[in-house]
């Protein structure tokens, strides 16, 4: 029996919906919310995605700047650019696009995105807040992970989720938001020992570590449901994930797909916490 597929289109439809009513309400009353995107990278992964912004955004009323620095933009000018966004008052969300070029660090540069504008959450105050259950605007891929489990109606409380990966963007604060939530976590990462018999034993599997294909029927327990945050960009220009699908499709419970699992809620969250940012 196949797993069950955890699709978030629907979900991203509707928050895309939302944000286009809220994001029209708002430019009627004079305030046009507008969303940065400061890119400073040739990645193709990180170009697929920020098309999907641009294009999502432009469907829901929203502008979105495209900021290209080039994947050779020094620290010093990414964070100059991110300062003046900052003190745009005609900006309302700023996202900083990853990777960054060499000698940039995120947890560094993205402390000059005001806290107000940070719709990506990138911020550490942001994730100070988040890690403490105090608001603060999510990284969106996070807040994804948990959106699309509460579409599919699955428990968190009580429930054992295997996170697999650490980072700052999606590992760590989508393990603060489950522990909010009263699941317990485990974070697994690449020091971890016997990986499979940890995540294994987990009831939520989430599998952020950008690398195609990691996660196979035996790092997933039977019935488990097995979110994939992976986008990896394939030869042929499509995206695959973190989970090997055709490995894990008769063992898992429930599965997120790629493209069409937490993808297009990712970007659909960005454009809600823009126009949030702008008031709405």
């Known amino acids: 029996m196949s797993a069950l597929s955890l699709s978030g289109r629907d979900l991203a439809a509707a928050v895309r919906t939302e944000a286009a009513a809220r994001a029209a309400a708002l430019t009627a009353a004079g305030t046009s919310p507008r969303l940065a995107v400061v890119i400073a990278t040739a990645d193709e992964s990180s170009a697929w995605y ?3 912004i641009a294009k999502a955004a432009a469907t829901a009323g929203i502008t979105c700047d495209l900021v290209e620095l080039g994947p050779d933009a020094a620290a010093d000018t990414i964070r100059a650019t991110l300062a003046r966004l900052s003190a745009d008052d005609t900006v309302h969300g700023i996202i900083l696009q990853t990777p960054l070029p060499a000698g940039a660090a995120l947890e560094d540069l993205a402390s000059a995105i005001a806290f107000e504008k940070d719709v990506d959450g990138a911020n550490p105050l ?5 890690a403490s259950g105090l608001p603060a605007f999510a990284p969106a891929t996070a807040e994804a992970v948990l959106a699309i489990l509460d579409h599919h109606e699955v428990d968190l409380s009580g429930r054992l989720v295997a996170v697999v990966g ?9 393990a603060h938001l489950l522990l909010n939530r009263d699941a317990t976590v485990v974070v697994c990462h690449s020091r971890t020992a016997d990986l499979a018999a940890v995540t294994s034993a987990a009831d939520i599997l989430v599998a952020a570590v950008g690398r195609p294909g990691l996660i196979t029927a035996e790092h997933v327990g039977r019935g488990a449901v097995v979110v ?6 394939t030869e042929d220009g499509g995206l695959t994930g973190d ?3 055709a490995s894990v499709a008769d063992r898992a419970g429930a599965l997120t797909p790629v493209p069409g699992g937490v993808g297009p809620v990712t970007t659909a969250l960005l454009l809600r916490h823009t126009v949030q940012a702008a008031g709405g």
Request: glycine share 12%; no cysteine.
């Open 50 to 52: 920020v098309r999907s």
């Open 243 to 245: 989970v090997d699908a």
């Open 228 to 233: 994939d945050v992976g986008t990896n960009p």
């Open 166 to 174: 650490r980072s700052t963007v999606v590992g760590k604060p989508a």
């Open 126 to 130: 942001s994730l100070g807040r988040l």
